[in-house]
């Protein structure tokens, strides 16, 4: 809740995202927050444009068809996730 109630006034829109168990070394999923509990804690700071989303893959995705070619995008959490988004945008880009 810290740092959400930090960074709630800098940020537009929030799209949150459920473990990814595809990885080979997933997190423990004891660790985790789902998108749901995730999106709660911003609903708590007064936040109603957050976007619960099934996949780390279906959040970006939503965050690129709603931000201005202009706008940023800002990952964060755990670096499982940052390297799968680092990948996707990567191998994205080539194809």
Same mark, same amino acid.
């Given at each position: 809740? &810290?740092?959400?109630? !930090?960074?709630?006034? +800098? =940020?537009d829109?929030? %799209?949150?995202?459920?473990?990814?168990? @595809? $990885?080979?070394?997933?997190?423990?999923?004891?660790?985790?927050?789902?998108?749901?509990?995730?999106?709660?804690? %911003?609903?708590?700071? #007064?936040?109603?444009?957050v976007?619960?989303? /099934?996949?780390? =893959?279906?959040?970006?995705?939503q965050?690129?068809?709603? /931000?201005? &070619?202009? #706008?940023?995008?800002?990952? @964060?959490?755990? !670096?499982? $996730?940052?390297?799968? =988004?680092?990948?996707?945008? !990567? @191998?994205? +880009?080539?194809?």
């Amino acid at each position: 809740g &810290t740092m959400a109630a !930090l960074l709630s006034s +800098s =940020i537009d829109r929030i %799209w949150t995202t459920d473990l990814d168990t @595809t $990885l080979e070394q997933p997190p423990q999923p004891s660790r985790c927050l789902s998108s749901e509990q995730i999106a709660a804690v %911003w609903h708590e700071q #007064g936040r109603d444009d957050v976007a619960p989303c /099934c996949s780390a =893959i279906e959040a970006l995705e939503q965050a690129l068809d709603d /931000c201005p &070619t202009s #706008g940023r995008i800002v990952v @964060t959490g755990s !670096l499982y $996730l940052v390297a799968t =988004i680092r990948h996707y945008i !990567l @191998t994205r +880009s080539r194809a």
